[in-house]
Each structure stands twice: as structure tokens, then as C-alpha cells.
């Protein structure tokens, strides 16, 4: 009788562990297994840290994330800085933290041993990109293609991954990334690439959240991803995002990007 009124009392330990439940959507500009790997380890630290059950969850590409940003269907979010100075009006997401001495630049990559050493060389080429509103990836990289006259055909192929496999196997000549998605890329495809091009930097993605979070759990969030870098699993975990750490972030950050103008989303 005691045994069993103690499993009982075990499984509803279990079950009332975590009274809340909240989803950490990151932007798919990789495969969503090398997402998992990168960040579910982040996730339960999370959990660990602030009592609350945080699961890590994406897309299947990346308008799909933006039509899920849109619905609030992510609690907490990872998202590129175009994707904040949008999601941040509507439905209200806020950025918690930032990338620490970091910003973003949108790179262009080439075969190796391919000639191809400048953006004049891919006129009346057909380039791979992730996706329309991928910021520094497409936004920025098309950007200056355009302001350097050259003429080019555009194949969306979903994720940075699928830019830089295409590139390595020769389907396009070259495609658009950013240098994060680039070296963490696994060394038999880093290895078939080098950089031709890198735009202007910029304020990194944003780790936001949701406004119906409260503004007590958005503060343990935010002390646990300010704290992560000294954490065990930390280290290990923000090396293979080829992030340092993250710092405190304001709305205002990405006051550069609104700037720009752009209005894709609109």
C-alpha cells in the first residue's frame, strides 16, 4: 500500500513539475535536426533554470515561420532583425536579448575551385537564396547585387543549408548566406566553399518574446540567457552557433534596420 501511494505521489511530482509550458520557435536557416542540436540542449537549460518547461520547436521553411510569427504561435523566438522590426509591431513581440559583440553581415559563397572571385563574374547567373525576408542572406546580399548592376535570376531554396549544399554540388553558381550559418556548417561542405562578398553589418537576430509572457518570467528568461555563458552546458552550446554570449537588448537596437525601409512583409 505505501509503495504504490508513493509512485502516486512520484508521477504527480512528474506530471506538476513544469506548470507551464512555453515553445522557443528559431528561424529555419538550417535543417531542423541541426537546430535541434544546436539549441535543445539551450532549451533545457532554460528549464532547469527557470522552473518553466521550454521546448524547443521551428519550421518547415522560412515563410512558414514568419506565418507562425505572425499568429503568436512562439512563446519566445529567435528571429532575424527584419523579421523583429516587423513581428515587433504586430502581434508585439519584444527583443529580450542580442548576440553579444556581434553583428550580421550577408555573405555570397562560390565553389572553391570555381573562378568566380567578384559580383561582376555572376552577371546573367541564376543565384540561390533562403528566402525572400531572410535579411542579410537575401535582403542584403540582393541589395548589393542590385547596386552593382548586376543581373541575376533568383531560386528560393528554403534554408542557408540548402543554399550552401546547392552551391558545393553546382547547381548555382553561387548563393547567399550569412557567416554564422556558414561556419558552422560541417567541414566536407565548408570545405568546398569560399566567400566572394560581405554587405555592411548590422544588429544581429533578436531573442523576443511574446507579450502575453509576464514581466516576471521575461526577467528570469532573460537573467538565464544573459547567465548561459557561464553555465556548463553553455559554452559548449554558443560555440557551435559561433555566438559569445548574449547581452541585454532594446527595442531601439534595430532602429538600423527599420531604417532601411523595406517592406517585404508589409
Given at each position: 500500500m505505501i509503495r504504490c501511494l508513493m509512485f502516486i505521489i512520484t508521477l504527480f511530482v512528474a506530471s506538476t513539475s513544469f506548470a507551464q509550458t512555453l515553445t522557443f520557435g528559431i528561424v529555419p536557416q538550417q535543417s531542423a535536426s541541426r537546430l535541434a542540436e544546436q539549441w535543445t540542449p539551450i532549451m533545457d537549460y532554460l528549464s532547469e533554470t527557470t522552473g518553466i518547461k521550454v521546448v524547443f520547436s521551428t519550421a518547415p521553411d522560412i515563410p512558414t515561420f514568419e506565418q507562425r510569427l505572425a499568429n503568436g504561435m512562439y512563446d519566445i523566438a529567435y528571429m532575424n532583425p527584419y523579421h523583429y522590426t516587423v513581428f515587433s509591431?504586430?502581434?508585439?513581440?519584444?527583443?529580450i536579448v542580442k548576440a553579444k559583440d556581434k553583428q550580421?553581415?550577408?555573405?555570397?559563397?562560390?565553389?572553391?575551385?570555381?573562378?568566380i572571385e567578384s559580383l561582376e563574374q555572376l552577371d546573367n547567373s541564376k543565384l540561390a537564396f533562403p528566402s525572400p525576408a531572410a535579411f542579410a542572406a537575401t535582403i542584403l546580399t540582393q541589395s548589393d547585387l542590385n547596386k552593382a548592376g548586376i543581373n541575376y535570376q533568383v531560386d528560393y531554396v528554403s534554408s542557408h543549408d540548402s543554399?550552401?549544399?546547392?552551391?558545393?554540388?553546382?547547381?548555382?553558381?553561387?548563393g547567399g548566406g550569412v557567416v554564422r550559418t556558414f561556419n558552422s556548417?560541417?567541414?566536407?561542405?565548408k570545405s568546398q566553399l569560399k566567400l566572394i562578398w560581405k554587405t555592411d553589418p548590422y544588429t544581429p537576430h533578436a531573442i523576443a518574446v511574446h507579450p502575453r509572457l509576464s514581466a516576471d518570467l521575461v526577467n528570469q528568461l532573460q537573467s538565464s540567457l544573459l547567465a548561459l555563458v557561464s553555465s556548463d552546458v553553455g559554452k559548449d552550446q554558443l560555440a557551435k552557433l559561433s555566438l559569445k554570449g548574449f547581452v541585454t537588448a532594446q527595442d531601439k537596437d534595430?532602429?538600423?534596420i527599420r531604417k532601411l525601409n523595406i517592406t517585404i512583409l508589409d
Open positions: 509591431h504586430q502581434p508585439g513581440y519584444r527583443a550580421i553581415r550577408g555573405i555570397i559563397v562560390a565553389r572553391k575551385n570555381d573562378q543554399v550552401y549544399l546547392g552551391v558545393a554540388k553546382g547547381f548555382y553558381p553561387a556548417l560541417p567541414d566536407v561542405i534595430w532602429d538600423d
